[in-house]
């Protein structure tokens, strides 16, 4: 007792221990391989793989491809902190998850410093570990991307240290070092962007703020308050230029509906889950769409208990409020209402209540608001206490246990995409994304039929959602099942004509099936939408010049050339042969034949070529070009 009694008043052995809990829970996610959508944003994203492509990849789309505009998301941070690391492996998954552990054990000691400066250090430490070991966070931790998550918390966490431990009236070196931290963690993740509430809640919890008050402390702060507003209008413009938007255009996965009746009778329903999680956190899922959290048309039972709760909850925390400023060393109940006040500020951005977001409920999304969450559940675990200390202890180190070998259990499932498609099967099999992953996992083994019927499943349970059409018709298309796609793809379009990615697929299957006409009619729709489209300036420039527009193709592609350089695109090598063959050059037509025919190419792809080559210069026979160092004919 002696030894924990010393420990609980010493700082930096806290630090270290709660350090070493934190990685050694999450030691067995080391192992773990790439799985869902690291595969999308790292392992298939040649972008960010090598250093010189990787400055354009941190301007570009956290989500690489033809989705990415239309997925909302640009993390700068995050995505030259994965390419960094891709480049120093090689690839090899290990740096990724070892990164995420111990990027985890120094978020868990930020957590234990920040909160050191507003409560008792045993409540702060008691938090801490919480945070360290808590289940809900093992999508962030076990997960390659869940990086975005770490980085952005522990940016956030250091802005709000630096601001905790500035004087009462903040000077410029102070508020500029806040603002670069807030730029990247906001650059990391897009919950950042709620710093400014956080600083205010932080000042407010350590004194006794009154309206009265308010124009003294803006004379004292106004420095770190505008650095942090020059930070976010900076952080949003680039957002727009990158983006085309400042927010993400999409609602939760499956659940357009929200747009259209009351969001509250569902929201409502999520409220009761993030104390399920939290409090109970033995029932976890990585999809928490439709079927999972069912979209309510009315009132019932269960999301009028979620209201209930949250009134509850919302009348404690005010109660605990008036117990008195926090401060380092104190006891104060008002610990409690920070949390929840915390919790609220930095959960703000996905809880569907102003506006929609991407999800419905991810347990990722809780990594920086359960820090609240854990200030609130150290202080009363602490306060229990005072009247029975072993009591207290014996139930704190229960606690502590349980979680560390739920989160133990917890990490492996996200070891490979097989591992994560099991649990997630095995936790909520009738979800819509259970189906859509099980048929993509179909689609691979060449399971056609089975697959079609997973994904019938999964859009009787998510809608006919633009982004599952368009993932559907994507996996179609690398099969080579190009008539299903067509089908997706025109009913996406019909849904949502403002976005580029059905169009423009469809543009390239027609390109594929040598239909000019409508592959140059939907290259034009998509790049009005998209100008930044690299794929789509070349289908058109081979659709026109498949049509005798000579002169119009060769402007069209010597445009996209020079804006975007040379491109594994057939179509850039055949519009080529059309205009060899035009100016009257079999061999240098062939040539291009032949650098079209070298790519990877579909059955049909390759077969288009070559009768393309049989038309145009049937004397020529192929692989005609015999320097292999020849320098290409770029117009």
Not at 58 to 74: K, T
Not at 331 to 354: C, D, E, K, Q, Y
Request: aromatic share 10%; glycine share 8%; hydrophobic share 50%.
């Amino acid at each position: 007792m002696k030894r924990l009694a010393g420990l609980l008043q010493d700082r930096r052995a806290a630090l270290l221990l709660v350090s070493m809990v934190a990685a050694v829970v999450y030691a067995n996610a080391v192992p773990n391989r790439f799985a869902y959508d690291d595969h999308h944003i790292v392992v298939n994203n040649e972008a960010i793989q090598s250093l010189e492509t990787l400055p354009g990849a941190v301007l570009s789309p956290y989500w690489p491809g033809v989705f990415g505009r239309a997925s909302g998301l640009w993390r700068p941070t995050s995505q030259l902190l994965l390419g960094l690391q891709w480049i120093a492996a090689d690839g090899s998954p290990w740096i990724f998850h070892l990164t995420n552990v111990l990027g985890h054990a120094a978020v868990s000691a930020l957590v234990l410093l920040l909160l050191a400066e507003l409560m008792s250090l045993p409540g702060a430490l008691v938090a801490a570990l919480l945070f360290a070991v808590h289940p809900v966070h093992v999508e962030a931790v076990a997960n390659v991307v869940g990086m975005s998550e770490i980085v952005s918390t522990g940016f956030f966490l250091a802005a709000c240290l630096v601001h905790v431990r500035s004087p009462a009236e903040t000077r410029w070196g102070r508020a500029v070092a806040i603002a670069v931290l807030y730029t990247l963690g906001f650059g990391a993740k897009e919950g950042a962007v709620t710093l400014p509430g956080i600083i205010f809640l932080l000042d407010a919890a350590r004194s006794d703020l009154s309206l009265r008050d308010l124009r003294r402390y803006a004379s004292q702060r106004w420095r770190v308050y505008l650095a942090l507003a020059v930070s976010a209008a900076l952080m949003l413009i680039a957002r727009s230029e990158v983006l085309g938007t400042i927010a993400d255009p999409f609602g939760p996965l499956g659940a357009d509906l929200l747009a259209e009746i009351p969001r509250i009778w569902t929201v409502s329903e999520v409220w009761g889950n993030y104390v399920r999680l939290w409090v109970l956190p033995l029932d976890l899922s990585s999809d928490y769409g439709p079927n999972v959290i069912p979209i309510s048309i009315g009132w019932t039972l269960s999301n009028g208990l979620g209201v209930a709760l949250a009134l509850g909850i919302l009348g404690l925390a005010l109660a605990a409020w008036r117990t008195g400023a926090m401060a380092a060393g104190r006891r104060s109940g008002r610990a409690a209402g920070f949390g929840v006040a915390w919790f609220i500020i930095t959960m703000s951005p996905v809880l569907n209540v102003f506006f929609l977001a991407g999800v419905l409920l991810a347990e990722r999304t809780l990594y920086l608001p359960s820090v609240g969450l854990s200030a609130a559940s150290g202080w009363m675990l602490v306060r229990f206490s005072r009247g029975r200390p072993r009591a207290a202890l014996l139930a704190t180190g229960v606690i502590l246990a349980a979680a560390s070998a739920r989160t133990w259990t917890r990490s492996p499932t996200w070891m490979d995409n097989d591992a994560m498609l099991e649990a997630l099967i095995a936790d909520y099999p009738y979800s819509g994304r259970a189906q859509w992953v099980l048929g993509d996992a179909f689609m691979v083994r060449g399971r056609t039929s089975d697959a079609f019927r997973s994904y019938r499943a999964a859009v009787d349970l998510l809608d006919s959602h633009y982004q599952i059409m368009t993932e559907f018709a994507q996996t179609m298309m690398h099969q080579e099942l190009y008539r299903p796609a067509e089908g997706l793809l025109r009913h996406a379009w019909r849904r949502e004509p403002h976005f580029p990615l059905a169009p423009g697929l469809l543009a390239e299957i027609y390109s594929i099936w040598g239909r000019p006409e409508q592959a140059e009619h939907l290259s034009r729709v998509t790049l009005t939408i998209d100008e930044d489209d690299r794929l789509r300036p070349h289908i058109l420039a081979w659709s026109l010049a498949s049509q005798g527009k000579f002169v119009e193709a060769r402007e069209v592609r010597e445009a996209a050339i020079l804006r975007f350089g040379l491109r594994d695109f057939w179509q850039q090598w055949v519009t080529l042969a059309y205009l060899e063959a035009d100016a009257g050059d079999s061999t240098a037509a062939s040539g291009a034949f032949d650098r079209a025919s070298a790519l990877e190419l579909s059955t049909v792809e390759r077969e288009l070529i070559d009768s393309l080559r049989v038309a145009l210069v049937p004397g020529v026979p192929p692989d005609t070009v015999q320097d292999a160092d020849r320098t290409p004919v770029l117009w």
